[in-house]
């Protein structure tokens, strides 16, 4: 079956950066985009980013323009999502998301918290 796990999430200060990492199983994962989103508590889950099968084509939210990077390694199953100048208003739980054939999958989430 389909399996999305996340790591990577911790506390960070702000100004500074992690990656997450999700592993993906169950599915052929070099012919499916793949998606971050984020939830913060009180708040709707909101797309971060999303990467094409290939990786040739990645979009952001605008929040996160030009300080996040999204890349896979299609060889590994790994959706990566690399995270720089942070800021408290990142502090969110990360999901790795993807839809096949109708079917929404979700991982079980990482923890990102941002603060001195």
């Known amino acids: 079956q389909v399996q999305l796990v996340e790591s990577g999430g911790g506390l960070v200060q702000p100004g500074g950066s992690l990656r997450l990492s999700c592993a993906a199983a169950?599915?052929?994962?070099?012919?499916?985009?793949m998606y971050w989103y984020r939830q913060a508590p009180g708040k709707e889950r909101e797309l971060v980013a999303s990467?094409?099968?290939?990786?040739?084509?990645?979009n952001y939210a605008d929040s996160v323009k030009g300080r996040f990077s999204i890349s896979r390694d299609n060889a590994k199953n790994m959706v990566y999502l690399q995270m720089s100048s942070l800021k408290p208003e990142d502090s969110a739980v990360y999901y790795c998301?993807?839809?096949?054939?109708?079917?929404?999958?979700w991982g079980q989430g990482t923890q990102v918290t941002v603060s001195a």
């Open positions: 990467i094409s099968t290939a990786g040739g084509v990645a």
């Open positions: 998301y993807t839809r096949r054939a109708t079917v929404d999958y």
């Open positions: 169950g599915f052929t994962f070099d012919k499916t985009p």
